[in-house]
């Protein structure tokens, strides 16, 4: 609504304003020339009242500026006289009060208006305390002090401002604020109704100004409790306040992690996100809390786990590996000297295959813990697989201090384990690296000290030994064996070379075992005591026994019917789990009657006693496939094994044979083992007779078969035709039992 010039006003079509009430001065009446003096005077009357006439025009222009001026301004305006009547109004003023616009009037009462007003129901605060509210307006209207709001009926608010003017009328401000009472509204529903905590702080101090129920529920302190304290009370740590250092812009700023305390003197981690705004008037910023505890400890635990092993809790390969090298960056000062130890534990694998994995998992933790217990704090402990652990040891003056350590770590680790209320023991053997001599990184000390324990396993398991700088070559011909030997059962070039087994009685053969050749190009006929351990370490060992099998069944189905084959099994073959397969698979292949097929294993099979194995067993003799005990003696209670399966034949290990004519003691190990023979009712065979004299020995003690030199040397399987034959012309003879030499 644009003000209208008093001038060209007909009729008001709009409020009364102020300006109506200044009228145009009405123009003087002429004067006679007959009256010179009152000419005079008349003149001067004109003139004064030209000057009055300018004056109220200069007035009148002034009011006009005034109204236009005050009409640009965006708030409302009111001027009242003492008497609270309405001098001036701007158009903003008749805006926000549209609804009682029509009361207004130059000269009217202020109150009557809000009388009015509270009559209409424009003021929603002042229903049913009508008299009571109006007296309160016009208090605070007649002796103002500050702001105030006001609501109106249709949901504005207006901010009131009154003050006294000089003359001892009234000026009075409006402001519609209904969006700002909205966004504050917002925001308060926003911040107490936020689940995430929030706090807002005094800018300059920190003081607790303001928190939100989530925030009073996370820190167990009471609200009042709460904005008694600063932000500063509330960290564990820090001194500064979490926006130090920031800029005043109310943009978010991103989190840095705090710890904070809990009433209950609990610690949380939290991040924090900071707004900077004013709050009743005052700098403050609003901290958002994310208390991200829980995501810090999974981390935690997570970064534990990653550089430690879940079982023992001692630290992983990866670690060791970090912290060795840092040792020896250290090292590098001093002259001293490290050890790095590789522990391995001795028949792990068949403790785990026969008392179940949960008591190996227990040994591990036992062995772990032992270790542990007897290093030093600086000292290193790590596991690196399933049955080996890493030792490093700083702080040396001599290679011999090692051997030391490793014999109490043995002894250490010697001492029975009580698990499930059952005692179980375990060995050890230990490889041991020196540094700076064997190697100046983690890595390959690790890699030299894992070569001396191999090379301890294969001698004097249960002790320790040094790396020597030969070893290198040793391990590099070893994998060059290892590729070689893929190769080869690959391309199928292992044989079978049968070495007959003789009836003593009848001097005839019984059968054959299969004992597995390498003709290798460079190094010609390659003994399988030198790659049998490198396919079982490798895995190899499945290849190359399903082939040897099969090889062993076919030759052996051409040989005339009475002639039994005998084939050595890997223990490992049975921990695959498919020898029952692979024998009925060979078998029909082969047309070879299960009768004619002999299995030989040895006592480390029988020694893990595993349900599986000895079930697979069951089922091989239920074929009709005979099972032999390989190596009888050797092994260090070989006697418990003969109760634990029936075997069907018992072949006595070829170092109890040597010597036997001259060797009493072991004439009486034979002597039990054949009458231990008849009274379960098994085959006693004799391993690597090589004299006569054994074999008169071997006879005398009523042994009932023998293989050995003495009779042939193992063979291709083109001459065991001839062999046979042999056997056939001298069947014509008398039995010497010495027939088949070779
Ligand atoms: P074993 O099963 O005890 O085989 C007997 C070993 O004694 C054979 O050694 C044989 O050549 C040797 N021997 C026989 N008579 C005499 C003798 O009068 N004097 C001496 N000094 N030795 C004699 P070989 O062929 O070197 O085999 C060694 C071992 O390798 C075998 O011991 C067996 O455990 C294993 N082996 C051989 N072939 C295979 C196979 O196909 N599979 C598996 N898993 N192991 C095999
Ligand atoms: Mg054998
Ligand atoms: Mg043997």
Redesign the pocket.
């Known amino acids: 609504m644009r003000p209208v010039r008093p001038n060209k006003a007909k009729k008001l079509d709009r409020a009364p304003r102020a300006r109506d009430s200044i009228r145009p001065v009405r123009p003087a009446p002429k004067l006679g020339r007959h009256n010179q003096c009152a000419t005079d005077a008349a003149a001067e009357v004109a003139s004064t009242r030209a000057e009055a006439e300018a004056a109220i025009a200069e007035a009148k222009k002034a009011h006009d500026r005034l109204v236009e001026a005050i009409d640009l301004l965006p708030e409302g305006i009111v001027f009242l006289d003492s008497d609270g009547r309405y001098i001036l109004w701007n158009k903003k003023y008749a805006e926000i009060y549209n609804r009682s616009s029509d009361l207004f009037a130059s000269g009217a009462r202020l109150q009557d208006t809000i009388r009015v007003g509270v009559a209409r129901g424009e003021y929603p605060e002042a229903a049913g305390r009508e008299e009571e509210w109006i007296a309160e307006r016009l208090e605070k209207l007649f002796h103002p002090s500050g702001r105030h709001e006001q609501k109106l009926s249709d949901g504005r608010t207006i901010l009131i401002e009154e003050r006294l003017t000089g003359d001892g009328g009234i000026v009075g401000l409006r402001v519609d604020i209904t969006e700002l009472k909205q966004r504050e509204e917002s925001f308060r529903l926003l911040f107490d109704g936020n689940p995430v905590p929030m706090i807002v702080c005094a800018r300059d101090n920190g003081r607790v100004l303001g928190v939100n129920a989530a925030a009073v529920q996370h820190y167990g302190y009471s609200r009042t409790a709460f904005e008694r304290l600063s932000i500063r009370n509330l960290q564990a740590y820090e001194s500064e306040t979490p926006w130090a250092g920031e800029g005043q812009s109310s943009e978010e700023k991103a989190a840095r992690t705090w710890k904070h305390v809990r009433a209950d003197g609990t610690l949380i981690d939290l991040a924090i996100y900071s707004r900077h705004l004013v709050h009743n008037d005052q700098p403050a910023v609003l901290l958002a809390l994310m208390d991200i505890t829980e995501r810090k400890r999974a981390e935690a635990r997570l970064a534990f786990l990653a550089q430690h092993d879940a079982l023992t809790g001692l630290p992983s390969r990866s670690l060791l590996r970090q912290q060795t090298d840092d040792k020896l960056i250290q090292m590098r000062r001093g002259s001293e000297k490290m050890a790095v130890l590789v522990l391995g534990l001795d028949n792990f694998k068949s403790i785990n295959d026969t008392l179940g994995h949960g008591v190996g998992d227990r040994l591990l933790r036992g062995v772990g813990k032992r270790l542990r217990s007897i290093l030093r704090q600086e000292d290193i402990v790590a596991r690196l697989n399933s049955d080996e652990f890493a030792i490093v040891q700083g702080g040396l003056a001599r290679p011999e201090d090692a051997a030391q350590l490793c014999r109490r770590l043995l002894q250490a680790i010697a001492d029975p384990y009580l698990i499930d209320g059952s005692s179980v023991t375990i060995g050890a053997t230990i490889g041991i690296a020196m540094a700076p001599n064997d190697g100046d990184d983690a890595e390959k000390l690790l890699k030299n000290a894992d070569m001396a324990l191999s090379r301890a396993k294969t001698e004097t398991r249960g002790s320790f030994s040094y790396f020597e700088s030969g070893m290198d070559a040793r391990a590099q011909s070893r994998r060059k064996i290892e590729t070689e030997l893929r190769d080869a059962i690959q391309r199928d070039v292992l044989q079978?070379?049968y070495?007959p087994l003789i009836d003593l009685v009848t001097g005839r053969i019984t059968g054959f075992?299969?004992?597995?050749?390498w003709p290798h190009p460079e190094r010609g006929m390659i003994?399988?005591?030198e790659f049998?351990p490198i396919?079982?370490e490798t895995g190899l060992?499945s290849g190359?026994?399903r082939s040897?099998?099969r090889q062993?069944c076919s030759d052996a189905a051409k040989w005339p019917d009475e002639v039994r084959v005998a084939?050595?099994?890997?223990p490992l073959?049975f921990r695959v789990g498919n020898v029952l397969s692979l024998v009925m698979d060979a078998l029909k292949q082969s047309g070879l009657p299960a009768s004619r097929l002999e299995l030989?294993i040895?006592e480390t099979l029988v020694l893990e006693k595993s349900g599986q194995v000895l079930a697979t067993l069951h089922a091989l003799r239920a074929l009709g496939v005979r099972i032999s005990m390989?190596?009888f003696g050797t092994g260090y209670s070989s006697l418990s094994y003969l109760r634990s399966f029936p075997f069907d034949k018992i072949?006595v290990?070829?170092s109890f044979?040597r010597d036997l004519a001259a060797n009493r003691e072991a004439q009486a190990i034979v002597r039990s083992i054949v009458s231990l023979g008849k009274g379960l009712g098994v085959t006693i065979t004799a391993?690597?007779?090589?004299t006569e004299a054994e074999l008169r020995c071997l006879r005398a003690e009523g042994c009932h078969e023998a293989?050995?030199?003495?009779f042939s040397?193992?063979r291709p399987n083109a001459e065991i035709v001839g062999l046979l034959q042999a056997q056939r012309d001298a069947a014509d003879g008398a039995p010497s039992g010495k027939a088949m030499v070779a």
């Open positions: 079978p070379h070495q075992e299969a004992l597995v050749r003994p399988p005591s049998i396919a079982e060992i190359l026994g040897m099998l062993a084939v050595n099994m890997s073959q030989e040895t390989d190596d072949k290990d070829q044979i391993e690597g007779v090589e293989q050995g030199y003495l040397r193992p």
